[in-house]
């Protein structure tokens, strides 16, 4: 059941129901629907914030100003307008599509970023449930998204579509492992999987200064992972037009995109959470350096995206394998061995 | 076991050192020009729409209806019809097409009294038919002076004290 900051009111909430002989699953069902619908909320206008500012970053990268109509102020309404006008659009489905699984396909994709969204610890105590297997759950519900993909891809009945969610499968499995391995050495270091009491253990130290190349490697596999340039073949716009989400069109794509601007957000709060100490920060309140700190890294992300190339597939496949599984299980073994030699 | 360390370090150094030009690049000027709302300056010899220049003095036409350019036009895009004999000879009516030109100034430079020139900085033509890019002689008719081909492009005296040494662009159009 959740804990949202106070624990307290929500418990009271639960025994005023009690009182009145209503049965237990009503109130919960009432707290969970107001959780969801905040985080929700809380997804939505941070992606809409996500867009804007990326398509900012790209422009000032390549000395444009990006949008600058709509709303006034550099143009801060361009989510807003290209929602609406997503909403108003015709919804597509191809003649010929696997339909009960086209329709699915994005909600699987936006269940499973939604889902992470239960352990990111935004301050002490805001945290949906402090779940004891915070890390795996994260790492388990990440992979998730890789089966709306191919679901996408699949019923498409489009061989676009079916080759990007193919690339797309092959490279989540492939930086996950890096990406699971380079997070045990701050687990390690804890020596505990809940992201509260991770960002706990960093009351002294960043875990970015104790492990640099697990930070380095997991940046790099978050990248890939969130389906983004320059490891962004699944949607390789040169050869496969969009990838998984060609045939999808209005709001089933707004979805789509919502996810993956919901799932960078993510990899970033996780590793804020891991490597840069949290919510931890001196004057300012906790929530806002969460949100400082993640949003630093979303920039990094976005910087990145505008500085390297695509890579092309066997060269994804080469950093994967030959370059990040080895440098996260040397990671590993030294952190190993040096955690057993201290203690 | 080396190489593949310094290959290593060598790629993530040039990460590093792309990612510097490019967040150079963030704070740099954006080139845009915003258009409707702020405008570039043109080059004072741009070749835009049609004027026909005026005799300052007597607010009159300088074109003697000659049909030079009309005939020199390799677009055929003017036609005129003078009326009056010898030098009250005035067009009657002029028409140039816009439609056809191609901004080549031959007329400019073929025309023997400087009646009619392009360097008015007029190049926002648009229209929602043909026939509005039709201009006539009362809408090619100049206001004032307007810069012509014997217009020097430095003009010694000319409201200005100093003029610009090989300033050729700097000259201040009045229109």
Redesign the interface.
């Known amino acids: 059941m959740p804990h949202i900051q106070s624990g307290d009111l929500v418990a009271r909430f639960y025994a005023l129901f009690e009182g009145w002989g209503i049965p237990w699953i009503v109130p919960r069902l009432i707290v969970m629907l107001v959780v969801v619908s905040i985080i929700i909320l809380f997804i939505s206008v941070v992606a809409m914030f996500l867009i804007w500012w990326e398509r900012k970053?790209s422009?000032?990268?390549?000395?444009?100003?990006g949008p600058?109509r709509v709303g006034g102020w550099h143009g801060w309404a361009q989510s807003i307008a290209d929602g609406v006008k997503l909403l108003l659009k015709e919804d597509i489905i191809p003649t010929r599509a696997d339909r009960p699984v086209f329709i699915l396909a994005p909600m699987v994709v936006f269940a499973a970023a939604l889902a992470a969204y239960v352990v990111i610890p935004f301050g002490p105590g805001l945290i949906v449930e402090d779940l004891n297997i915070g890390i795996l759950y994260v790492i388990a519900i990440s992979s998730l998204a890789v089966v709306g993909i191919i679901m996408a891809g699949w019923s498409s009945n489009n061989k676009y579509a079916a080759l990007g969610a193919l690339r797309s499968a092959a490279q989540a499995v492939s930086y996950e492992v890096p990406l699971v391995i380079s997070l045990i050495g701050p687990v390690l270091l804890a020596g505990s999987l809940s992201t509260t009491k991770i960002v706990e253990a960093q009351r002294y130290l960043w875990f970015i200064v104790l492990q640099p190349l697990a930070f380095?490697t997991y940046f790099t596999c978050a990248v890939a992972e969130t389906n983004r340039l320059p490891f962004d073949i699944p949607e390789a716009e040169s050869e496969l037009v969009a990838g998984f989400h060609v045939e999808y069109s209005g709001m089933r794509f707004a979805i789509f995109f919502l996810a993956e601007y919901a799932n960078m957000f993510t990899v970033c709060a996780i590793a804020t959470t891991v490597f840069l100490g949290g919510w931890r920060g001196p004057l300012l309140p906790p929530w806002l350096w969460f949100l400082l700190k993640t949003f630093f890294l979303l920039f990094v992300m976005m910087?990145?995206r505008?500085?390297?190339a695509r890579v092309r597939v066997d060269q994804l496949m080469d950093v994967a394998w030959k370059?990040l599984l080895p440098l996260a299980f040397a990671n590993l073994g030294i952190t190993g061995l040096l955690v057993w030699a201290f203690s | 076991m080396w190489r593949y360390l310094r290959e290593l370090w060598q790629g993530f150094w040039s990460i590093i050192l792309s990612m510097q030009i490019t967040l150079r690049y963030l704070f740099t000027r954006a080139v845009t020009v915003q258009y409707p709302e702020e405008k570039r300056q043109l080059p004072v010899r741009a070749l835009t729409r049609h004027v026909l220049t005026v005799d300052l003095d007597s607010k009159e036409l300088k074109c003697t209806a000659c049909d030079m350019c009309a005939r020199i036009c390799p677009a055929n895009c003017i036609h005129l019809e003078g009326e009056g004999k010898g030098k009250a000879r005035r067009p009657k009516w002029f028409v140039i097409d816009h439609n056809l030109c191609m901004y080549c100034n031959l007329c400019v430079e073929v025309c023997p009294f400087d009646a009619i020139s392009m360097y008015t900085g007029m190049y926002e033509l648009g229209g929602f038919s043909r026939t509005n890019l039709v201009y006539d002689m009362e809408t090619m008719h100049a206001d004032g002076f307007y810069p012509t081909i014997m217009t020097p492009r430095s003009p010694a005296g000319a409201g200005v004290k100093a003029p610009p040494p090989a300033g050729a662009g700097k000259q201040t159009r009045k229109a």
Do not use: D, K, Y
């Not at chain 1, 422009?59 to 100003?65: D, G, Y």
């Open positions: 970053i422009a000032h990268i390549q000395a444009r100003f600058m380095l910087w990145l505008w500085t390297l370059v």
